[in-house]
């Protein structure tokens, strides 16, 4: 077994092998960029190389650097954990000329099946299914055109060296087919630094199943049973589960007969995931290999009790697959969740900043928190906004589902948004939970799967003016003078309380007397409580006849409740203030997020329709439009393509409405 390896990855997935190899006994080396430097996979590590600067391309993707790293760690091997490097074929060589062990398949394996249309020729040429489409190697637009048209729409646009549901576009009519072809290969090139595309009939209505294999040197490969990753939103898994709901012993024969068949096919070793997709007729299509371990492997390893890393680490030291095909078991059912920093009543933006609070449910038997973060830590606009994975297992699906909604419901995630509530409805949605889902599942429920609107209720608002009230008074036994609660001699007191709550504006009053303090709500209704903080952080409300606690995390004067599941935001202002703020100018069109221009789409001094795309700006792997609020002539552009943008909020286009663009004065 190796003494050291190096930790070719970031955050979540770099402390989640470490763990294994520190248990192994295997030293673990971890790299980072500037944006990651104080990052928890760093504070955590003996022993951590600086690669570089905070791109992904001038730190986690740079080859020579990882190698550099691990030669001078004195890393025998090179884990290169999900994403970035991991399915990349000239680290594989590079490690190789090294004499450094790459943990994961032959370079050969990585070739073939990192390109989708090699990989789908060669399963061909093994009777494996395949949908119909078009895998060759033309890519002149026009012909990409005609094929589609030969297919039938709906077709898959999708990027040959693709994952992660980037580089696909769903075309349904002829005369989208450019364009959305373009936008595919623009987000393949900045990917993958591949442009090419692949085209398949688009399969309405599927299930999306994967089989995990393991393969070793010795010529074994076995199956781990399958995961079902059909709960998706464009095209990016949000919830997998093990094993998949409503399939039949047939068709899970067809499934791993086919998974192990393209194992065998490219002599694998190590981890692997063979995706299909399962019409609604049963039809099961082969779609993809991915030649790496898979953000969702926990929930395999809760089934079949295996640590699939330390598979990882023996079958790349040579050492035979622990277990026959005969000896792997499956147990109960497992179902993870990916939490994400982002803001799903603004079509899931992403959230950059740092995290003021967080705090997930206690791990054990049945609940697992796989997380590269920690309070304090921050977002960043480099990476993926992915900060946690909660995993549970039970005897039953059912059972399992019960434990992660009231996981979700105890953990907690302030200073940045996140999708703890929509997770948690997905749950809980009698559809979902009948198991009657399909990848269509999270756009088709979409409205039932956003947090309900309404302002916030009592309870709430009592812990948000009990925070209030907290951070007024003084010291238990200092002087009243010293306080800052609007202390009274003779009479009671009576405080404006504004809180701004999305874009409205709350407007209560504290009051305070000798027995305690009262707000008086929108409605004119007066609670009586009082304040005091409770154990572990919590901060708890006794209004007299009942007591209950949440957590309020305050960051200057903002203030984000947890309760029961909930997270309100609640930001405590003035309201002369306020009025007195400028606006934003009419006409200036605002960076989401900080990102990348990788299209602008016009020049000065052109005239855009309302709607009409203007530039393109990619941001922790999404692509986002800015598209003309109004008709209007493009008046000033401020950035050019290929160019960083640095700040949330930066003016990227001005435009001037017709009317004003033409006034002579």
């Known amino acids: 077994m190796f003494r050291k390896i190096l930790i070719a990855n970031r955050g979540e997935i770099a402390c989640r092998i470490a763990r294994t190899a520190h248990r192994m006994g295997v030293a673990p080396v971890m790299v980072y960029s500037d944006a990651d ?116 729409f709906p077709v898959l646009v999708k990027a040959s060296a693709g994952g992660g549901g980037r580089g696909m576009r769903v075309v349904r009519a002829a005369e989208d087919f450019h364009a959305a072809l373009a936008s595919a290969q623009r987000e393949a090139q900045s990917a993958f630094a591949d442009p090419r595309v692949l085209l398949e009939k688009y399969v309405e209505r599927p299930r999306h199943i994967e089989v995990q294999i393991f393969g070793d040197l010795h010529g074994n490969v076995v199956h781990l049973f399958e995961r079902d990753c059909s709960l998706q939103r464009r095209h990016q898994k949000v919830i997998e589960e093990a094993p998949a709901v409503g399939l039949s012993d047939d068709q899970r024969k067809v499934l791993f007969d086919a998974a192990l068949a393209a194992g065998r096919a490219v002599r694998y070793v190590g981890a692997g995931t063979v995706e299909f997709v399962v019409a609604p007729d049963g039809a099961i299509y082969f779609i993809e290999m991915n030649t790496r371990l898979q953000v969702e492997h926990p929930v395999t390893e809760a089934i079949t009790g295996l640590d699939l890393v330390e598979w990882q680490l023996r079958v790349a030291a040579g050492e035979a697959l622990p277990l026959t095909q005969s000896d792997i078991q499956q147990h109960g059912h497992a179902v993870e969740v990916r939490v994400y920093a982002e803001d799903p009543a603004q079509d899931f933006r992403p959230s950059i900043g740092r995290i003021s609070h967080v705090k997930f449910p206690a791990e054990s038997a049945g609940v697992r928190i796989d997380t590269g973060i920690e309070s304090g830590d921050s977002v960043s606009p480099w990476y993926d906004a992915m900060v946690a994975k909660i995993i549970v297992n039970a005897e039953d699906r059912t059972s399992a589902l019960r434990v992660m909604s009231q996981a979700l419901a105890e953990t907690e995630l302030a200073g940045v948004n996140g999708n703890l509530a929509y997770l948690r409805l997905i749950c809980d949605h009698p559809g979902y939970v009948a198991g009657g889902f399909t990848t269509h599942f999270a756009e088709e429920e979409r409205a039932q799967l956003l947090p309900p609107g309404g302002a916030p209720d009592t309870d709430i608002l009592l812990l948000a003016a009990g925070s209030v009230v907290l951070g007024r008074v003084g010291k238990p036994g200092s002087s009243p003078w010293q306080g800052g609660d609007s202390f009274r001699l003779n009479l009671a007191s009576s405080d404006p309380l504004h809180f701004r709550w999305g874009e409205e504006v709350l407007a209560l009053s504290l009051h305070h007397d ?152």
């Open 37 to 152: 430097a104080n990052a928890l996979h760093v504070r955590s590590a003996r022993e951590a190389r600086r690669l570089g600067e905070g791109p992904a391309a001038a730190s986690y993707l740079d080859i020579d650097k990882i190698i550099n790293a691990a030669r001078e760690s004195g890393a025998e091997a090179i884990h290169p954990g999900y994403g970035f490097l991991s399915e990349n074929a000239a680290l594989a060589e590079a490690c190789a000329a090294a004499g450094i062990v790459f943990i994961g398949p032959s370079p050969e394996a990585i070739r073939v099946m990192g390109s989708k249309s090699a990989a789908k020729a060669l399963m061909a040429s093994h009777q494996v299914p395949l949908v119909p489409g078009y895998y060759g190697d033309e890519q002149d637009s026009e012909f990409l055109a005609s094929e589609a048209s030969r297919i039938g």
């Open 514 to 665: 000798a027995v305690g303090y009262g707000v008086k709500l929108t409605d004119g209704s007066l609670h009586a409580f009082k304040a005091t903080h409770g154990a572990e952080g919590l901060l708890a409300i006794d209004t007299g006849e009942r007591r209950f606690q949440g957590v309020v995390s305050v960051r200057g004067e903002s203030r984000e409740v947890f309760y029961q599941g909930q997270r309100v935001v609640l930001t405590l202002i003035d309201p002369l203030q306020q009025a007195g703020e400028e606006e934003v100018a009419a006409g200036s069109l605002l960076a989401p997020m900080p990102g990348a221009i990788t299209a602008l789409l016009v020049a000065v001094g052109d005239v855009v329709s309302r709607g009409q795309a203007l530039l393109v700006l990619e941001a922790m792997k999404i692509e986002h439009t800015i598209a003309a609020p109004f008709d209007g002539r493009v008046s000033e552009i401020f950035f050019a393509k290929g160019q960083q943008v640095t700040q949330e909020g930066a003016e990227l286009v001005r435009l001037e409405a017709l009317e004003a663009a033409s006034d002579p004065k």
